[in-house]
């Protein structure tokens, strides 16, 4: 990697990514995009922003994307398809006209996938429903595949897309309307600091998610986008968990001893989803290596020293 333009670069796992990419590649220039540079959704802006952004790109990796946790999609599911076909449509045309000797690799989501408890291969991908709640986004990133997979046929270009669980850690908001781990890991920290007598949990605890150490995202994507062939690839640890059992592991590392409050009346969504990391395995010989236990003592750990240094942390969204 020489040159190496990352859209969602100022996001939570954009800046990691970011982070790594100039750690590994120390001559390289790392172009992390988000809002304040430019406004992708916005055809004229991005096109000129591109245009001005000189030769010698190889490698484009796409993560921006609107999106927010919790029932905020339930709310806003025309909001969600405009502004991220907006996005899509206009990072792909933008290869194409300006960045057509870049491999893109495309960061989706495994909300894509039908809401049945079996672990989903990407053959799943096709032919199935995402669940209904987030259809809109759901969709939207199904659409990306679709793009990619037009734009690579009709011009020639190389392109890689991974599918990515939920993923956590260092850096992430952990503001009460977070994703889950984010969350929960803010409402224990804080509430062990604060000697309060109970913490609310979302549901009853027994959905179960698959979640992924943001250094093992960031490792897999670099390594999707240098290495595969693939069209598309599950990157994951292939292992869902309750909430009750995650609930669990951030109270002990939390050192919370209040009760825990289920709330059976908050949003949870589907009931269980996980990836079928197979493939990725079989093709890249790539395994996440930070377990769950250690993945969230070590954001727990970065969390509450953040709180001691008062920095402020970013808003979820």
């Given at each position: 990697?020489?040159?190496?333009?990352?859209?969602?670069?100022?996001?939570?796992?954009?800046?990691?990514?970011?982070?790594?990419?100039?750690?590994?590649?120390?001559?390289?220039?790392?172009?992390?995009?988000?809002?304040?540079?430019?406004?992708?959704?916005?055809?004229?802006?991005?096109?000129?922003?591109?245009?001005?952004?000189?030769?010698?790109?190889?490698?484009?990796?796409?993560?921006?994307?609107?999106?927010?946790?919790?029932?905020?999609?339930?709310?806003?599911?025309?909001?969600?398809f405009n502004i991220n076909m907006k996005i899509?449509?206009?990072?792909?045309?933008?290869?194409?006209?300006?960045?057509?000797?870049?491999?893109?690799?495309?960061?989706?989501?495994?909300?894509?996938?039908?809401?049945?408890?079996?672990?989903?291969?990407?053959?799943?991908?096709?032919?199935?429903?995402?669940?209904?709640?987030?259809?809109?986004?759901?969709?939207?990133?199904?659409?990306?595949?679709?793009?990619?997979?037009?734009?690579?046929?009709?011009?020639?270009?190389?392109?890689?897309?991974?599918?990515?669980?939920?993923?956590?850690?260092?850096?992430?908001?952990?503001?009460?309307?977070?994703?889950?781990?984010?969350?929960?890991?803010?409402?224990?920290?804080?509430?062990?600091?604060?000697?309060?007598?109970?913490?609310?949990?979302?549901?009853?605890?027994?959905?179960?998610?698959?979640?992924?150490?943001?250094?093992?995202?960031?490792?897999?994507?670099?390594?999707?986008?240098?290495?595969?062939?693939?069209?598309?690839?599950?990157?994951?640890?292939?292992?869902?968990?309750?909430?009750?059992?995650?609930?669990?592991?951030?109270?002990?590392?939390?050192?919370?001893?209040?009760?825990?409050?289920?709330?059976?009346?908050?949003?949870?969504?589907?009931?269980?989803?996980?990836?079928?990391?197979?493939?990725?395995?079989?093709?890249?010989?790539?395994?996440?290596?930070?377990?769950?236990?250690?993945?969230?003592?070590?954001?727990?750990?970065?969390?509450?020293?953040?709180?001691?240094?008062?920095?402020?942390?970013?808003?979820?969204?």
């Amino acid at each position: 990697m020489k040159r190496v333009v990352v859209t969602g670069g100022t996001g939570f796992v954009g800046r990691a990514l970011v982070a790594d990419l100039r750690r590994r590649y120390p001559a390289a220039d790392v172009v992390a995009v988000g809002s304040q540079v430019v406004d992708i959704a916005h055809e004229a802006a991005w096109f000129g922003w591109l245009e001005g952004l000189g030769d010698g790109v190889d490698h484009v990796i796409h993560l921006a994307a609107l999106y927010k946790a919790g029932d905020w999609p339930v709310h806003h599911p025309a909001t969600q398809f405009n502004i991220n076909m907006k996005i899509n449509v206009n990072a792909l045309e933008g290869w194409r006209r300006f960045l057509p000797r870049a491999k893109f690799t495309s960061i989706l989501s495994y909300c894509m996938y039908p809401s049945t408890e079996n672990a989903h291969p990407e053959e799943e991908l096709y032919g199935h429903e995402p669940e209904d709640y987030l259809f809109a986004y759901a969709l939207t990133k199904k659409a990306m595949l679709i793009g990619q997979r037009a734009y690579a046929q009709e011009y020639g270009l190389d392109c890689a897309s991974v599918v990515l669980p939920t993923v956590y850690g260092p850096g992430d908001s952990f503001a009460e309307n977070s994703h889950v781990v984010g969350a929960l890991i803010g409402k224990f920290v804080r509430g062990a600091r604060s000697g309060a007598p109970d913490v609310e949990v979302w549901g009853d605890g027994s959905a179960e998610r698959e979640f992924l150490y943001v250094g093992d995202a960031v490792d897999g994507i670099i390594r999707v986008a240098t290495d595969s062939k693939e069209p598309v690839l599950n990157l994951g640890t292939g292992a869902a968990y309750p909430i009750r059992d995650v609930v669990a592991l951030i109270r002990e590392s939390a050192g919370f001893t209040g009760e825990t409050r289920y709330n059976m009346n908050r949003f949870v969504g589907v009931q269980s989803r996980r990836l079928d990391v197979t493939r990725i395995r079989d093709t890249l010989g790539w395994a996440a290596p930070t377990s769950l236990q250690d993945g969230i003592a070590q954001t727990v750990e970065w969390y509450r020293d953040s709180l001691d240094q008062g920095i402020e942390l970013p808003a979820h969204g």
